[in-house]
């Protein structure tokens, strides 16, 4: 019989459809594949929530929820002092927290063939996806205690398989038949004579369990048993044998059986013990895992998108209109099949990006008006409006797509723009109808006015640097021509109207729209007509910390920015 090769990489099971549409397949369906693959498995321990999520994290494709360690993290011991019913309950967590199947350390299925049909169904209803059972007497006694320990009647054990078998509603479901007899001492024929029989009763693998110190007695049962189906081994005591051993022999699946519990032991004691005798944290802070990995480990951001998309929008908080429409083409092949908008930065969407800074201010009613690629905005919890003629028309036009969300307490941002929170908070206690965020440091940015197409600001009064301010500051004239030594700031891009400045941006649009400039025309060109009929456009100042993303070196800044 050819030896089992060594992995190459872990069998694969992708959590989504692939690109053929193909499904992932279920938990039971993947525990058969591991028992039955050419190649040696393993699968690591774990006996609540967060240890499976370890084992999947480090990247096993399975879980053996032991006995012994889900009774010890208990604080009970492996006697069947938790009833299955509570262990099942710690089995629930297991599943619902890792996406890889679970087999589960059964015991002697808490009673007789009865108890176990009961188990196996409930085990399948609670997503597991295979049982193992041993051929001892309920209540049990961990192998490793004592020696002899009486063993099941044969027959009444092959009954409690069938029973297994025959009520399992998944029909991939495992059940694993767990012989005892070389831990009791009964010798190798009794282990073969045993195997055989729970084979013939439909086990799908054979748990061969051993207390000594080296793999012999389980190398000559496997080389006996002959793959008359897969072999399950524990090598707990004989844990210096090579792997390869195994494999040479046929090995279906090793059980590492209670590394992760007996791993906790030892980093909790240690733990425990400094900061009782440290009375301090200092000298363990940076050896434990950080809080915000447990919030990583427990899915917190998945719950924070899921408040952003189902949790109603407060009344009277402010919205906001996101303009996203342009491809932002010095991006080159970055924006070939998404706007820029949509750019990875660090591992999100910049929009995204922009949309936490919004939510966090808890502005959550967004409006996004796309244009290029517009099926690439896709982000959940935000609303869109189109721009079809993005290719034609200025930003005005595009603002002019979303004039049904331009109303109350609205903000208008570009879709190409970060900054720092503190902006926004400032923006949103600011007074004035129509308010722009000015950033006055903007040689600091750039020097030269004219590096490239930006938004400098003519101000009623330059920044002031002192306690005191002179009273509000308006905007005179906004565009990329305003005199060099009549700058007093830079657009950062980020501007908020009231209910009143939004009713004065709408009947601007309008009147654009009336006078035939609406297509063309940019927002500087609609702030500067609002400037021009007598509307006070406040000035907030900001010094820096901002950026918008034109190019690569701006898409390089905004990734160091965060
Ligand atoms: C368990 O992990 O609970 C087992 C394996 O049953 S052993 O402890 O080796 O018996
Ligand atoms: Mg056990």
């Not at 029989?197 to 012999?216: C, E, N, R, W």
């Not at 820029?340 to 969407?349: E, T």
């Not at 900001?542 to 190019?551: F, P, S």
Request: net charge negative.
């Amino acid at each position: 019989m050819p030896a089992r090769p060594a992995n190459p990489t872990p069998i694969n099971f992708p959590d989504t459809p692939a690109l053929d549409g193909a499904m992932t397949p279920g938990k039971a369906t993947r525990l058969r594949a591991l028992l039955t693959s050419p190649q040696l498995e393993f699968i690591m321990e774990a006996h609540d929530g967060l240890s499976a999520k370890i084992a999947e994290e480090a990247g096993f494709n399975g879980i053996w929820a032991s006995g012994l360690t889900m009774s010890a993290a208990l604080g009970v011991r492996d006697n069947n002092e938790a009833s299955w019913t509570q262990v099942l309950e710690v089995l629930e967590f297991m599943a619902d927290a890792t996406e890889i199947p679970i087999l589960v350390d059964g015991d002697t299925g808490y009673g007789n063939f009865n108890n176990v049909r009961r188990v196996v169904r409930k085990l399948c209803q609670r997503g597991i996806a295979g049982v193992c059972i041993e051929d001892k007497l309920f209540p049990k006694t961990n192998s490793f205690i004592g020696d002899g320990q009486p063993l099941a009647d044969i027959d009444e054990f092959c009954g409690k398989i069938k029973a297994g078998k025959d009520s399992q509603p998944d029909d991939d479901f495992s059940i694993v038949a767990r012989v005892e007899a070389l831990i009791s001492g009964r010798g190798m024929a009794e282990a073969l004579k045993r195997a055989g029989a729970y084979h013939a009763a439909g086990a799908d693998a054979i748990l061969i369990h051993s207390k000594q110190q080296t793999a012999d007695e389980i190398l000559t049962f496997a080389a006996e048993w002959g793959n008359r189906c897969p072999v399950v081994i524990v090598p707990t005591t004989y844990y210096d044998t090579p792997t390869d051993r195994y494999r040479e022999r046929d090995i279906s699946l090793i059980i590492w059986a209670n590394h992760n519990l007996r791993a906790s032991i030892t980093a909790m004691r240690e733990v425990s013990r400094r900061i009782l005798r440290e009375e301090s944290l200092v000298g363990i802070e940076h050896e434990v895992a950080s809080v915000k990995d447990v919030f990583e480990l427990t899915g917190n951001q998945e719950l924070a998108a899921a408040e952003k998309r189902y949790l109603p929008v407060q009344q009277g908080a402010p919205g906001a209109v996101i303009l996203a429409a342009s491809r932002g083409s010095e991006l080159g092949s970055l924006t070939e099949d998404r706007p820029k908008c949509m750019v990875d930065v660090r591992g999100q969407p910049l929009l995204q990006r922009l949309i936490d800074t919004f939510n966090s201010a808890n502005v959550r009613n967004i409006t996004v008006v796309r244009g290029y690629r517009k099926e690439m905005v896709n982000l959940p919890s935000i609303k869109t409006v189109d721009n079809d003629f993005y290719g034609s028309s200025g930003e005005a036009a595009t603002l002019a797509c979303a004039i049904d969300a331009l109303k109350s307490d609205c903000l208008i941002a570009y879709g190409d723009i970060l900054f720092r929170q503190y902006i926004m908070d400032q923006l949103l206690a600011a007074e004035g109808d129509i308010v722009l965020v000015v950033d006055a440091l903007w040689r600091d940015r750039d020097p030269d006015p004219r590096s490239r197409l930006r938004d400098l600001v003519a101000c009623s009064a330059p920044f002031q640097t002192g306690y005191l301010e002179d009273g509000p500051v308006t905007a005179k004239r906004i565009g990329p021509d305003i005199p060099e030594d009549a700058i007093g700031g830079e657009w950062i891009g980020l501007a908020r109207v009231t209910d009143t400045g939004a009713a004065m941006v709408r009947s601007e649009i309008e009147s654009m729209r009336r006078d035939g400039e609406l297509a063309e025309a940019s927002l500087c060109d609609l702030f500067n007509r609002l400037i021009a009929v007598g509307q006070d456009l406040r000035v907030l100042y900001v010094t820096g910390h901002w950026l918008d993303v034109d190019n690569h070196a701006d898409l390089e800044a905004a990734r160091s920015f965060l």
